[in-house]
């Protein structure tokens, strides 16, 4: 069976070495981005450009978005010029942007009745994992669809899992941000706590990796906060934007999100005070702050 044309729509920090890697793994590659750059650089690896989101429907048979916000793939694949007045009947759609349930389930209500498939299927991995495609995918639609779009997933990631019908990858999105959001503010409080007392942070990072604290956010953000390294894998302001969901899915469903609220606030924080940009592991600066105390390797006397 031949691979379909892809079109692939959001070329920014995770969307473009995914693109690069369905390239390389041989598929056509049709793209749009906002801006010029990235998409002149796919056009040297041999994907085609294309002038808007419909034209990128109309000449694919899988369509692919990967933006930074719910309104974002509103207007993208439901406005003027989008991804639904180009797509012909029986074109899937993959959303791999991180959105709001809610609007993830509009949309697949109004692409069942134009006679479309369509998939949520956020990510997790930030930009190593996009680059090595080792992304943690989570999908929600219909098996029909999951299993049309895998042999994509495969190339694009290693756990892929199909969580239930549309939204429900989003929702398993939120809940991951919750996951990641609160552990890097407790990271930062742990290694910030431990310069304070006058204890090198870097020892303490080693050994709690051995014990019950260990985790993938003490080994590689625990990392980056010691090497004083925010040159952003995943922004504080769009991991800001995730809790916000997470609250308003929360809000929505009944359930009390109370740390979360407490690490949105941090983060809101963080881009009120012009930090928005920095890695999601930059939230320590604000734990140093409030702390009156700098984080960093520290040398035995």
Same mark, same amino acid.
């Given at each position: 069976m031949s691979q379909p044309v892809i079109g692939f729509i959001g070329l920014g920090i995770m969307g473009k070495p995914m693109a690069w890697n369905l390239l390389k793994a041989g598929y056509t590659l049709v793209v749009h981005n906002r801006s010029r750059a990235a998409v002149n650089e796919l056009e040297k690896e041999g994907a085609k450009a294309a002038g808007s989101p419909r034209e990128v429907a109309e000449r694919s048979e899988v369509v692919i978005t990967m933006l930074p916000d719910s309104p974002d793939v509103e207007q993208v694949v439901a406005g003027d010029r989008g991804v639904f007045?180009? @797509?012909?009947? /029986? #074109?899937?759609? +993959? !959303?791999? %942007?991180t959105i709001s349930p809610v609007v993830a389930r509009r949309l697949a209500a109004e692409a069942e009745e134009r006679k479309l498939e369509i998939l949520d299927a956020p990510v997790s991995g930030?930009? &190593?994992?996009?680059i090595n495609a080792t992304l943690s995918i989570m999908i929600g639609g219909k098996t029909s669809a999951v299993e049309r779009a895998m042999p994509i997933f495969q190339v694009l990631g290693k756990n892929v899992v199909h969580i239930g019908e549309a939204g429900a990858g989003q929702v398993a999105k939120a809940a991951n941000q919750v996951v990641v959001g609160l552990t890097i503010a407790a990271v930062s409080e742990a290694l910030v706590l431990a310069t304070k007392a006058g204890v090198d942070p870097a020892k303490v990072r080693q050994v709690l990796l051995g014990g019950f604290a260990q985790s993938r956010i003490l080994d590689a953000h625990g990392q980056k906060m010691l090497e004083r390294n925010f040159k952003p894998g995943?922004? +504080?302001?769009?991991?800001?934007? !995730?809790? %916000?969901? @997470?609250? @308003?899915? /929360?809000?929505?469903?009944?359930?009390?999100?109370?740390? #979360? &609220?407490?690490v949105d606030q941090m983060m809101n924080s963080m881009k009120a005070t012009g930090r928005g940009e920095l890695d999601h592991s930059g939230l320590v600066t604000l734990i140093e702050e409030w702390a009156g105390t700098e984080l960093g390797q520290r040398k035995d006397k």
């Open positions: 007045q180009g @797509a012909k009947p /029986g #074109t899937l759609l +993959i !959303d791999m %942007s930030g930009e &190593a994992g996009a995943f922004r +504080i302001r769009l991991h800001e934007k !995730d809790l %916000s969901i @997470a609250l @308003a899915t /929360g809000k929505e469903y009944g359930v009390p999100l109370l740390l #979360t &609220a407490v």
